[in-house]
């Protein structure tokens, strides 16, 4: 046993101190950035904020959405062949850019993954996704499917350490997820004692990745556009979310009403909600480490990427950087005690 003595932080434990800024306006500001990628020759253009891939975020009408942003969705593995077929079918523009196709770790997954891409070969994007990627058997899943889909750009997670995230990259993926406990949706902290606050997780992952030539996306711990635009100042190179995207038309999930007011069905990917509507039921060896909540209901996803968009295109102008590549440079976070000022809330 050993104890680390460093506090390791979270959003709500800093802010962005302001810089001078010779940005006249928020319209100045370009949120779109450009990658290359460490093994694949793919490469990507647009803004670096994805749709977990959650039955009630990551789904085909949220895709079709976000695309006409140029924004990512990683789209959920509980859809079928059929249902795959049916959106390829008539895809969004730029669809083979904009959307991952998820995958778990099974020799189904593998065999569901090469139908998938006999039916859209130009698909570029894989997220191979588990709640916990610490395993010797996950390593070597990223080393097969690298492998098999040597032109695929390869995103795996989760971890939250920076010798696994090279680990990973070394193996063959990619882009690197990096969460464990920050979710709206998540209860592994509370069901294992096991996470790291996710600022700190940003920083010491996204040095290892970036001293590599690999990438990182930031998945969990976003409520608010501050919180996103925090994550790319830690120097996330992308920014997944769940909760933000939860409850819109695009959204999965069931509508509840309730005393006159909307609402849809919210769940974590691991949760008793989500392993009784997948696999029919938690197994016996296993808890629950997910909530279900009911979000209330909040129309058209493109109010919210609005007020994301806006709130981190002020961000920029704050701290002076015209792009938000250069959001990382200008950032100097500072501890703080206290937030917001909360004597009038909704």
């Not at 592994?188 to 790291?196: D, E, I, N, S, W």
């Not at 996330?236 to 979310?241: E, I, P, S």
Request: hydrophobic letters at 35%; aromatic letters at 8%.
């Amino acid at each position: 046993m050993r104890i680390e003595y460093d506090i390791k932080l979270g959003f709500k434990d800093v802010m962005i101190r302001p810089k001078r800024s010779t940005l006249k306006s928020r319209s100045e500001v370009s949120l779109e950035r450009d990658f290359k990628f460490l093994h694949s020759p793919v490469t990507w253009s647009g803004i670096p904020i994805i749709a977990a891939n959650m039955d009630t975020v990551g789904t085909f009408e949220m895709a079709r959405a976000l695309s006409n942003k140029n924004i990512f969705t990683a789209i959920h593995k509980h859809y079928s062949i059929k249902e795959w077929t049916a959106f390829l079918t008539n895809p969004p523009k730029n669809i083979e850019n904009n959307i991952a196709v998820s995958t778990g770790t099974s020799e189904n997954d593998i065999q569901k993954l090469i139908e998938i891409f006999k039916i859209n070969p130009n698909l570029n994007f894989i997220c191979i996704d588990v709640a916990n990627g610490y395993s010797e058997h996950f390593t070597e899943f990223v080393r097969k499917t690298r492998a098999q889909f040597p032109e695929k750009v390869i995103i795996a997670g989760n971890v939250v350490t920076g010798e696994m995230v090279e680990e990973l990259l070394i193996s063959g993926a990619d882009i690197v997820k990096v969460g464990i406990g920050p979710g709206s949706v998540c209860t592994t902290r509370v069901k294992t004692g096991v996470g790291y606050p996710q600022l700190s997780a940003i920083i010491e992952c996204a040095d290892a990745a970036h001293g590599l030539g690999g990438q990182i996306i930031s998945d969990g711990g976003c409520s608010t556009p501050g919180d996103i635009a925090k994550a790319f100042g830690a120097g996330a190179d992308f920014v997944m979310l769940g909760g933000m995207l939860a409850g819109h038309d695009e959204s999965g999930g069931e509508i509840i009403e309730k005393n006159g007011q909307a609402y849809r069905k919210f769940y974590g990917m691991s949760s008793a909600t989500a392993m009784e509507k997948h696999v029919g039921g938690v197994a016996e060896y296993r808890a629950s480490e997910g909530k279900t909540v009911e979000v209330p209901y909040k129309g058209a996803v493109e109010n919210t990427l609005q007020d994301i968009l806006g709130g981190l295109r002020s961000t920029c102008t704050y701290v002076g950087a015209s792009r938000l590549k250069e959001l990382t440079k200008r950032t100097t976070f500072i501890r703080v005690n206290e937030q917001e000022n909360r004597v009038y809330t909704n």
